[in-house]
């Protein structure tokens, strides 16, 4: 086979096609990073730009090493958070979440994508026996994990105001 004539990739495009998405994608990715500052890092951007978000929502600073263990800022009370995401389609989630608590770690913050669009943060404590019961959980070791759905995503945002009374923090869009 000649490189004038390559088979289109499984999606039905051809090499050219999938070379210029490619170009699309690492020059928007490039323009994300600069404003995160970040220049050229090859980890994840959802996963950058959720540390950023929640750093900018707490009023936190991130830690010295972007690849540490346990934590990804600190708070100007010295509260060290984790920073995670949960990234799916508007119509249906076929990606969930476990939320841990972390010794050491005083919040466990999730962002969550829809579309790539960000639709909340949510704010763990460490200790989620009650945030479990309210969601209805039967998973074990529900004081350290919450297996997070679809579904919890909706009781949390139906009725935030429970939650926060649960020790969760809530933002959601526009953020201001």
Request: aromatic share 10%; with cysteine.
């Amino acid at each position: 086979m000649t490189d004038s004539v390559l088979p289109p990739a499984p999606n039905g495009v051809g090499v050219p096609g999938l070379l210029s998405a490619l170009d699309s994608y690492r020059l928007a990715r490039q323009t994300l990073l600069g404003t995160l500052g970040l220049g050229q890092s090859n980890r994840d951007p959802l996963a950058e730009f959720a540390e950023h978000l929640v750093a900018a929502l707490l009023g936190a600073r991130l830690a010295e090493s972007r690849v540490q263990a346990n934590y990804d800022l600190i708070s100007t009370d010295g509260e060290h958070v984790q920073v995670k995401y949960l990234a799916n389609p508007v119509s249906h989630w076929p990606n969930e979440h476990t939320v841990r608590s972390i010794p050491g770690v005083d919040w466990y913050a999730l962002v969550v994508y829809e579309a790539f669009a960000v639709t909340s943060v949510l704010a763990f404590p460490p200790d989620l026996t009650e945030i479990c019961s309210a969601l209805g959980k039967r998973h074990p070791g529900q004081s350290t994990s919450l297996q997070f759905t679809r579904r919890n995503w909706w009781t949390v945002r139906d009725d935030v105001d429970a939650f926060r009374q649960l020790g969760m923090r809530v933002w959601f869009p526009p953020f201001a």
